[in-house]
T-cell receptor, first 113, second 111 residues
Framework: DAMVIQNPRYQVTQFGKPVTLSCSQTLNHNVMYWYQQKSSQAPKLLFH???????NEADTPDNFQSRRPNTSFCFLDIRSPGLGDAAMYLCATSRRGPNEKLFFGSGTQLSVL | DAKTTQPNSMESNEEEPVHLPCNHSTISGTDYIHWYRQLPSQGPEYVIHGLTSNVNNRMASLAIAEDRKSSTLILHRATLRDAAVYYC????????????WGAGTKLIIKP
């Protein structure tokens, strides 16, 4: 059973053309995360939501925005993608707390031409 | 800031035990130790976590040193499907969201 679903699996965009990645969950978790993962590196947290409370990591570029219209869905908007934004984007969910595990989607591989 | 150090890669034979080490010498007393793995072209998946005591589950065992400055993930009988990147991660108890990721160990299983 798919629990964290990311669409699309692969996304190609042009330099500077806005792009939106989507994530949905069936776990009813109150925390959702967006991570960026570049080749051979560990995932890097961009931001997270606790319910509707949005939390931006200090070094997340302004070019990245997020929306969470309801518990189940979360979107990542890249306003003007650059070549350096080509990466795997991972969505994850969890309950709140340090003892809680994260559930990841399969990711969206973004290419920027 | 606390961080974790892992070997870049390890090889093991199929159906043999695998011991994946992680050094976290700057760990604070309230950091949880988590392990996730990432199969090729997939998102990371949870493996196991602990605080002070050794832990066992259906996937693996986690052995935590008495001083908590290191830990070892143990796969009791590796299969080809266990070939993945294994991440050792610290999760501070006072943060609900922060994960401090290691660089990961690429585990290669030889048939």
């Amino acid at each position: 059973d798919a629990m964290v679903i990311q669409n699309p699996r692969y996304q190609v965009t042009q330099f500077g053309k806005p792009v939106t990645l989507s994530c949905s969950q069936t776990l009813n978790h109150n925390v959702m995360y967006w991570y960026q993962q570049k080749s051979s590196q560990a995932p890097k947290l961009l931001f997270h939501y606790y319910d509707k409370d949005f939390n931006n990591e200090a070094d997340t570029p302004d070019n990245f925005q997020s929306r969470r219209p309801n518990t189940s869905f979360c979107f990542l908007d890249i306003r003007s993608p650059g070549l350096g934004d080509a990466a795997m984007y991972l969505c994850a969910t969890s309950r709140r707390g340090p003892n809680e595990k994260l559930f990841f989607g399969s990711g969206t591989q973004l290419s920027v031409l | 800031d606390a961080k974790t150090t892992q070997p870049n890669s390890m090889e093991s034979n199929e159906e043999e035990p695998v011991h994946l080490p992680c050094n976290h010498s700057t760990i604070s007393g309230t950091d949880y130790i988590h392990w996730y793995r990432q199969l090729p072209s997939q998102g990371p998946e949870y493996v196991i976590h602990g605080l002070t005591s050794n832990v066992n589950n259906r996937m693996a065992s986690l052995a935590i040193a008495e001083d908590r400055k290191s830990s070892t993930l143990i796969l009791h009988r590796a299969t080809l499907r266990d070939a993945a990147v294994y991440y050792c991660i610290l999760k501070p108890r006072d943060s609900n969201y922060q994960l401090i990721w290691g660089a990961g160990t690429k585990l290669i299983i030889k048939p």
